[in-house]
Every structure is written in structure tokens, then in C-alpha cells.
């Protein structure tokens, strides 16, 4: 007996598509990235700017005001023009209302230049501290031994200007224990910044460091002429090489007063001369003296 056949049945399930959502979301999205920059921006602006000019940005957004806000109208809409008894204005500016809004309008051109004076003064000192640090380096270069000194001298940027300190190490000094007169690889390192010194503009300051003694232990010289005797012989090497004597604004010995390392004054680092290229100075109001 045959078996019947089985009918074969096809199963065909059809998925449900999901419905297209658009693209609204992503609009929405780089429309709030948007605003979060913006909103960082204005915060890094607001944080970068000083009082002055939040003052002038607020001023030059402010509304023109409708009356003056001065009641003789001296530097307001009437310009010193005012209104007489009678109810009358009358056709010519009293003096003394003249006298006043030109006075004020003195005092704000001084305030706002003294303002700008002091906004790019630091400006100006950068500059200039960073093309002078460039030129001495470049001297350096110049110097067949360089690369052995390279510890013992030390450039750096500080609020009075530029530093340039020749610094004792361990294993190398700059000038024999004990003694002001330099050894000579000192003296052809100041004859190598020397023509670049003569030629900047910044007057100059020559300072003697030293050391503190450890305990127990004598010193063969005291610290205070020590260290005057080394900023003196600095002074007459650059003096020597060409600088003219009203560049230098001082010369002085500091002992071991100032260390470098306060937490370990018997370093040898610690001894040291430094030249100071001091910053320009700011010019002097006009009528300082009057």
C-alpha cells in the first residue's frame, strides 16, 4: 500500500518594516553643538578681557542716551549749551560749561592713553625679551666649546627682563674657588654676548651669588666682597668688549642671600653672576612734575 503524499507547505514570514523616523534629530543636535560653542567662546572672551574693554564693549552696545545726563549739559547732546533763566537757550555755550567738558574731555584722552600705554606695555617687553634671547643664543652658538658650557649658562625670562646667569656645577665653575678673576672659558663667553649686549637697548645689572658655607667649614674670602669682587669683574670684561658705562644700571653682591634652591643653599648652582636685561621703562606722564 502507498503512503499518501504530504502537501509541501512554504512558510513565508514578512518582517515589519520600521518607520522612517527622519532627519529632524540630527538638525536639533547640531543646532545644540552650536550653541555650546558659542556659549564656551563668549565664556573664554569674557574671561580674556580686561575691565577696560568690557567697559568699551558695553558703551558701544549701550542705546544713545535721549537727554544729557548732566544738567548744565556740559559734554552731553548740548555740548555746554544751557538754558538761561527766562526759559530761553541761549545761542552761545556759557565759559565755564566749556571750560569743564573740554577739561573732561582732556582727562579722558590721558586716561585712555595712559590705559593703552599699560596694555601693550607687556606686549612690547615680550617682544622684545623674546628677540634679545634669541640674539644672545645665536652669539653662543658662535663658540666652539658650547656644548661643554651648556649647563653653565642659563637664560630665562623674568618680571624685571632677561636673565643671563653663568652658574658654578658640579665638576665645572665659572670662576675659581675663592677668587674674582674669571677663568677663561668665562671670559670668552662674555666676550661672545658682549657685541650682542652692546646693541640692545636695555640697560643692564650685574650680580654676584655665592653659596652658603656648610657647617663646620671656613670660608677663605667673605661672601659679600666675594661676590661684589665676581659682579665687578663681569662689569669689566663687558666694559672691555665695548659697552659703554651708562648701560649699566647697577653692580652688586648679593652673598648667599638669594639661593636658588632655599630647600639646599650649599648647592653649587647656588654660586652664579647674573646680567639682567632690564624690561624698558614706561614713560612718565607729561604733566608729572607740574
Request: hydrophobic residues 40%.
Amino acid at each position: 500500500m502507498e503512503k499518501p503524499v504530504r502537501p509541501i507547505i512554504i512558510k513565508k514570514v514578512k518582517k515589519a518594516a520600521h518607520a522612517h523616523h527622519g532627519g529632524a534629530w540630527k538638525i536639533a543636535y547640531a543646532d545644540f553643538v552650536t550653541a555650546m560653542m558659542a556659549f564656551f567662546l563668549l565664556m573664554w572672551l569674557i574671561s580674556m578681557t580686561t575691565q577696560e574693554q568690557k567697559n568699551g564693549l558695553a558703551e558701544y552696545f549701550a542705546p544713545t542716551a535721549a537727554s544729557s545726563p548732566s544738567s548744565s549739559g556740559a559734554g552731553g547732546l548740548l555740548w555746554g549749551s544751557v538754558l538761561d533763566t527766562s526759559g530761553k537757550k541761549s545761542s552761545t555755550p556759557r565759559d565755564g560749561a566749556v571750560g569743564a567738558s573740554k577739561q573732561e574731555d582732556g582727562a579722558r584722552q590721558n586716561n585712555s592713553g595712559r590705559t593703552s600705554e599699560r596694555e601693550l606695555r607687556p606686549a612690547a617687553d615680550a617682544q622684545a625679551n623674546h628677540s634679545a634671547i634669541a640674539s644672545i643664543r645665536q652669539a653662543l652658538q658662535k663658540m666652539p666649546d658650547i656644548t661643554e658650557l651648556s649647563r653653565n649658562i642659563v637664560i630665562e625670562v623674568t618680571k624685571e627682563g632677561v636673565d643671563v646667569s653663568l652658574v658654578d656645577q658640579d665638576g665645572r665653575s665659572m670662576f675659581p674657588e675663592g677668587s674674582v678673576d674669571p677663568y677663561e672659558r668665562t671670559r670668552r663667553v662674555l666676550d661672545a654676548i658682549a657685541p650682542t649686549l652692546r646693541q640692545l637697548p636695555n640697560r643692564l645689572t650685574v650680580t654676584g651669588h655665592t653659596a652658603a658655607a656648610r657647617p663646620g667649614s671656613a670660608r677663605a674670602v667673605e661672601p659679600w666682597s666675594l661676590t661684589t669682587g665676581r659682579a665687578l669683574a663681569v662689569r669689566d670684561i663687558l666694559s672691555g668688549a665695548g659697552l659703554p658705562s651708562d648701560q649699566f644700571f647697577s653692580v652688586a653682591g648679593r652673598a648667599e642671600t638669594e639661593p636658588v634652591f632655599p630647600d639646599n643653599p650649599y648647592l653649587a648652582p647656588n654660586r652664579r653672576v647674573t646680567i639682567r636685561l632690564l624690561n624698558a621703562e614706561p614713560p612718565l606722564p607729561p604733566n608729572l612734575f607740574r
